[in-house]
C-alpha cells in the first residue's frame, strides 16, 4: 500500500500555493526517509495554528513532492510542486479525518483517499497518477545489489571496494591503495583523459575532518599531485573525501585547498551512487569530462549533480 506525505505549516497562508522547497528547521528526515525511493510523492499540505497563528480554517493543498534533501545541519528539505487547493474542506477538518500531530508524517493512501470521499472531493488526475504503480523504476532501483551494498553496514575493506568499482563503472581508471598497498597512501585516484582526483573513503556516519585526517590528505595531494604530473602529464588534478555522510560542511576542507593549491570536494555514499545512476540511465549521453564541474569546495548535493547531468526525466 502506497503511502501520501502530509506536510504542515503556520508559515504563510498560502504557503502550499506555489512551487518551493519547504525547510524543516530542528528535525530530521529519518521518520520519511524511506519515500525517497519513492519519488515522485503524492502530498498534501495542510494549515495548522501554531501561537498567534492560527490558519486552520484554511484548505490544504495537493502537492508533489519532487525531492526529499538535507541542508548542512541534517534538516529536511521538501522540493514541491503546487497541484491545486483540496476545495470544500478545511484544514482542521481534514486532520480529524487522518489524525496526526507532527509537522510531517506519511498517511496510508486508503485513509486519505476515504477522508476525500466523505467531503466530496476528487483528487487531480496528476496527483492521483502517483498512487498507480509505477512504470518507471526509482533511480536506485539502476543500481544493482553489489553497488548499494554502499548504504548498508560493512567493513572499512569492502567499503573501498564497492567505492573502488564504483567509480570504475563511471568509467575511471582507478588506482586503488587504501589496504591493497602497504604504507601511507590515499586509498586511491581515478583518472580520466583531462584530470584526476585523489581519494580517502570515511566508512562512518557523520565524519568529521580532523587535524590528522587534513595533515594526512595535504601530505597526499602534494606527493601525488607532482607523480600524476610527471608520469601522467595531467595538470587537473583534484582531492575528495568520500563518506557515508558528513557532520557539516568541513571548515578544514578550504585549509587542504589553501596549502596544496587543489580543490577538493566531498560526496556522500548515497550521492555517488546517484552519480552512477546518471551514467547508467543516460548511457552515451553521460559524460566524464564533466564530473570536474562537481568539484566545488563543499558537499556535492543531488541539486548539484542534476545542474550538471540534468534533472531525472
Known sequence: MKEILILCTSWAEDYWEADKVAPYPKTSVRSVEHLK???????????????????????????IVRNISENEKGEPLFDFHFATKVKGVTSLRFLSEIGGKRLFYTVPQQRVLKALRKFGIEPPAEWKMLLEEKIHP????????????????????EYEDRVADILKALGFEVEQMGHKREGEYPDGIVYSRDFAIVYDCKNRSNYFLDAKDKRAMIRYVQYEKRRIREQRRIENVYFAFIADSF????????????????????????ILLYVL?????????????????????????????????????
Not at 48 to 55: A, G, L, P, T, Y
Open 138 to 157: 526509482s533511480w536506485p532501483d539502476w543500481i544493482g545489489k553489489h553497488f548499494q551494498e554502499i548504504l548498508q553496514p560493512i567493513s572499512n575493506q
Open 277 to 313: 545512476y546518471k551514467k547508467l540511465s543516460q548511457g552515451p549521453r553521460f559524460l566524464l569530462v564533466d564530473f570536474e564541474e562537481l568539484i566545488s569546495g563543499q558537499i556535492v548535493t543531488k541539486e548539484t549533480i542534476d545542474r550538471v547531468y540534468g534533472a531525472p526525466v
Open 37 to 63: 525511493n519513492a519519488l515522485p510523492v503524492p502530498t498534501i499540505g495542510v494549515y495548522i495554528k501554531q501561537r498567534e497563528r492560527d490558519f486552520t480554517n484554511l484548505s490544504p493543498c495537493f502537492l
Open 247 to 270: 557532520k557539516e560542511i568541513i571548515r578544514n576542507l578550504g585549509s587542504i585547498e589553501k596549502e596544496t593549491l587543489t580543490k577538493g570536494a566531498l560526496f556522500t555514499s548515497e
